[in-house]
């Protein structure tokens, strides 16, 4: 009696997933750099709200640590730009250039209505933080996903909202009296 033998189909090739574009990328680094970089402009503007509200020496200990958190700004979105290279064209592309200098600390460098410098400052900040915090959740989104049409159409508007952060913040340093560019 032969011996019977039962051969089972190969498996299908597995793949590891769906494949995210290189232009897309979603380290956690990213994640956590936006975070500190939102944490910062609160700090500054809060800062600078102290040092124009009080006088004498509290006042320019306040501004001295705007400063100084403003040049943290800059180191954030230095290594940013290094981590992501979307990031980095989009800041090149809109003038942000990542240098602090020292204007006068009751005015930035574009000019505005003097009454709405302090509202301007608000809002742009408030949109600085809302780009970043949306660029995170679709780079948390996208490393999540297993669906390669979502992780494609993520990307695109994850990157659309990479420029939006190069735009708000171009004005945001423009009108900020903390001296960046």
């Known amino acids: ?3 019977t033998i039962f051969l ?3 498996p299908p090739l597995v793949s590891d997933g769906p494949v995210i574009p290189s232009d897309c990328p979603v380290n956690i680094e990213l994640v956590f750099l936006r975070r500190d970089i939102i944490r910062q402009i609160i700090a500054v503007n809060y800062y600078m709200k102290a040092a124009r509200v009080l006088s004498g020496e509290l006042a320019r200990v ?3 640590e705007a400063l100084d958190e403003a040049q943290h700004i800059i180191l954030l979105m230095r290594m940013l730009a290094k981590l992501d290279p979307v990031q980095a064209q989009e800041f ?7 240098v602090i200098t020292d204007p006068a600390p009751e005015k930035g460098n574009l000019e505005i209505d003097p009454g709405r410098r302090n509202a301007a400052i608000s ?3 408030e949109a600085v933080k809302l780009e970043a915090e949306t660029i995170n959740e679709y780079q948390e989104q996208i490393a999540a996903s297993r669906n390669q ?3 494609d159409l993520l990307c695109i508007i994850m990157n659309h909202e990479k420029e939006d952060l190069a735009i708000f913040s171009h004005y945001l340093f423009g009108v900020a009296p903390w001296g960046i560019k």
Request: charged share 25%; proline share 9%; aromatic share 14%.
């Open 92 to 98: 090149r592309q809109h003038d942000v250039e990542l």
């Open 123 to 125: 809002y742009l900040s």
């Open 8 to 10: 089972f189909p190969k």
């Open 149 to 151: 049409e979502v992780i």
């Open 1 to 3: 009696m032969p011996e």
């Open 62 to 64: 306040f501004h001295a």
